[in-house]
């Protein structure tokens, strides 16, 4: 089992209200990621951080944030709401080292609807 | 997709039978990778084969990667009901973030 947790896993909210999701990882990795996904269909990179202080946006547009204070902790932030957010996100952690050929440890995901 | 196409999209077959999921993707890779996932639920690492690797074996699944035809194949062998999920490979180009094909959905009937 991956050290990276996700909660909540489930949030069901309305329409105009801030949420976070939180997404910690133990494993001290640098890498870490948060991926947007619609059910049975691709992940999409929205957020990417190299370590403390660093974020950057992914591919997909997304009016979400995220802020890395703490290596171990990378969290998600939605000022307002909308039901074009309902989606599940998925946060990831990987190790920097030397090399290039390491894997993604993957969360269980946080799945949001937005009414 | 603009990152990585997989075929089929979704697969059904028997216990027992094997079970083969293709990957094609478009700009040079450090390494690909394949990753399981289960409903609802994150994706969990199952292989990884370097860009100068040909084939990797590892239980009952074999990967293969072919660079000059930019693709990639999973093989499960002997499936198992529990085997029933999207599968996922992942590019590696080095830059930012591991880039996710299409998935297949995998139904194995007991």
């Known amino acids: 089992e991956a050290d990276i947790y996700q909660t909540p896993r489930y949030l069901v909210i309305g329409t105009g209200k801030k949420i976070t999701l939180e997404c910690s990882q133990t494993?001290?990795?640098?890498?870490m990621y948060w991926y947007q996904q619609d059910p049975g269909m691709e992940l999409h990179l929205i957020h990417y951080s190299y370590g403390v202080n660093s974020t950057e946006k992914g591919d997909l547009s997304s009016e979400s944030t995220v802020s890395r204070i703490r290596t171990e902790h990378f969290p998600l932030t939605l000022e307002s709401a909308r039901p074009s957010h309902t989606s599940q996100y998925l946060c990831?952690?990987?190790?920097?080292?030397?090399?290039?050929?390491?894997?993604?440890?993957f969360g269980q995901g946080t799945r949001l609807t937005v009414v | 997709s603009q990152q990585g196409e997989e075929d089929p999209q979704a697969l059904s077959i028997q216990e027992g039978e094997n079970a083969t999921m293709n990957c094609s993707y478009k700009?040079?890779?450090?390494?690909l990778q394949w990753y399981r996932q289960n409903s609802g639920r994150g994706l969990v690492h199952l292989i990884l084969?370097?860009?100068?690797?040909r084939e990797k074996h590892s239980g009952r699944l074999r990967v293969t990667l072919d660079t000059s035809k930019k693709s990639s194949s999973l093989l499960i062998t002997a499936s198992r009901a529990a085997d029933t999920a999207s599968y996922f490979c992942a590019m590696d180009t080095g830059r930012r973030a591991l880039t996710f094909g299409s998935g297949t959905r995998l139904q194995v009937q007991p």
């Open positions: 990831a952690s990987r190790e920097t080292g030397t090399g290039v050929n390491t894997e993604a440890f």
């Open positions: 084969i370097r860009s100068n690797e």
């Open positions: 700009t040079s890779i450090n390494n």
């Open positions: 494993m001290g990795h640098d890498k």
